[in-house]
RNA sequence: GGGCGGAUACCCAAGCGGCCAACGGGGCCAGACUGUAAAUCUGGUGGUUCUACCUUCGCAGGUUCGAAUCCUGCUCCGCCCA
């Protein structure tokens, strides 16, 4: 633990695909005061478990955060237990409904499983801002809240907008920097990650902790990931992610959808492949290029042996129009007394449909396969026996028909 | 409180008494092409026992042989005046 590289070659690393930093300089000093005096240096994240899913977009600020801790650094996990009560204003154009206890619970246990895919959990210093906020009181409120002006927290874009557009801000939105910038304040950090959207909060720590006569914390925000349309930032909602938890054959798949312009910011932001290294990939064909990049993203969250499988089995499918490794078992029953099983009927019944109807359309369409081949006619069936099918070029299963 | 305009399938948006399961665009799905893509082209995009039938056009009623289209009430949204 007390070896540290020396601070030079550590800011290399931890620059790698970031926004903001406020500043460099001073993150330099202090990792170099770090080294000398063999403290790590305790860096904070922010994370309101408010929605329970990670996706690699939020992982890209996790992964920043990993790079402190194998860098021998101490990473706390505030879970914003108080404040995801409130809810965090940032890029909302509305107040964001608050959320109970037993939700924040429920959440923060599911996050806390999935931010294991990034993080060493058994080296995290694991907090949560009720432990101060609850025994605060509203005098100890007051007095926080004093300290700031209504004029600097409109300085904020999201707040600025929504005053200018006549939009109601609530108060309690107004202390959620305050809250945030505390929290820093009692964890006594000196570095606090976040997304661009979290500058501002952030900055609010270095005010406060400044304020306590505590050195000032060093803002670091990483860039907000753009999701497999090439366009739209990646979210659930946008059904444009890839969740930490997914299979290695669908994290390669999708990774592989990603549009080529954007395999330079998903390398930076998303695999630890050397830039150097990206930068060759890049040059050649791109291809190749996406190749490496899905099977890095996929060893990382599987191990390296997954991910080469991934490339083997990617190829035989798509290339080749093979199979894949392995597909889901299904048993389908015939109806009472039928000899055959209409093809849309099974489609439907194996949830590769949502409807028969759909399924008639997609077998029209020559969407559909049976055994390795086309079936275009609706009316068809099958009897007793086991099929291989398929729907498009993804959805492969073994059905068995009894 | 008053006036006006709007609510149509995932989104935008036509339709304004029968020819409407409802134009068009986006998105999405499938096919061709390809590098897995992108671009381009083609088809599809309510349900079912599928050349027919059933349920849809904010909600509830009504007029009519027949309504997404007309009338009444309700709910929600936008704009304007107070």
Redesign the pocket.
């Known amino acids: 633990m007390t070896e540290f590289l020396p601070a030079e070659e550590q800011l290399r690393v931890l620059e790698r695909g970031v926004v903001d930093l406020v500043e460099r300089k001073e993150l330099l000093d202090r990792l170099e005061k770090s080294r000398q005096e063999g403290r790590p240096l305790r860096i904070k994240l922010g994370i309101d478990p408010s929605s329970p899913d990670i996706h690699l977009g939020h992982a890209v600020v996790l992964r920043k955060l990993r790079d402190f801790q194998v860098l021998g650094h101490q990473v706390i996990v505030l879970w914003g237990t108080a404040t995801a009560m409130l809810g965090d204003p940032t890029g909302k154009n509305k107040t964001r409904p608050t959320l109970t206890r037993e939700q924040v619970e429920a959440n923060k246990q599911t996050y806390k499983a999935q931010v294991g895919r990034v993080l060493d959990l058994d080296r995290i210093e694991e907090r949560e801002n009720g432990e101060w906020f609850d025994a605060m009181g509203f005098m100890g409120a007051v007095r926080l809240a004093a300290g700031t002006t209504v004029a600097r927290m409109l300085e904020r874009d999201s707040f600025e907008k929504r005053y200018r557009a006549g939009e109601p801000i609530s108060v309690h939105e107004l202390l959620y920097p305050i809250m945030q910038g505390w929290d820093s304040v009692e964890l006594r950090c000196d570095v606090e990650i976040g997304g661009t959207d979290q500058l501002f909060n952030l900055h609010m720590g270095r005010e406060l902790q400044r304020r306590e006569g505590q050195p000032a914390q060093i803002c670091l925000t990483t860039p907000i990931l753009t999701g497999l349309?090439g366009t739209e930032k990646m979210s659930k909602s946008l059904g444009n992610y890839i969740g930490v938890t997914e299979a290695p054959r669908d994290m390669f798949g999708k990774c592989?959808?990603v549009?080529?312009d954007r395999m330079r910011e998903w390398f930076t932001l998303v695999t630890d492949v050397p830039m150097d290294e990206v930068e060759a990939l890049l040059a050649g064909h791109?291809?190749t290029?996406?190749?490496a990049l899905a099977r890095a993203v996929t060893a990382l969250y599987h191990g390296a042996d997954a991910g080469d499988a991934a490339v083997a089995e990617f190829d035989r499918m798509?290339?080749e129009g093979g199979t894949p490794d392995e597909m889901p078992e299904h048993f389908v029953d015939r109806p009472d007394g039928a000899e055959q099983l209409l093809l849309?009927?099974l489609l439907?019944a194996i949830g590769f449909c949502?409807?028969?109807?759909?399924a008639?359309?997609?077998i029209?369409?020559?969407?559909v396969k049976v055994d390795g081949e086309v079936a275009a006619d609706p009316k068809s069936g099958v009897g007793a026996g086991t099929y291989h099918v398929q729907?498009?070029?993804?959805?492969h299963a073994r059905v068995t028909v009894l």
């Open positions: 349309d592989m959808s549009p080529d791109p291809r290029a996406k190749v798509f290339r849309p009927n439907a949502a409807s028969t109807s759909e008639r359309r997609l029209q369409g020559g969407g729907a498009g070029k993804r959805k």
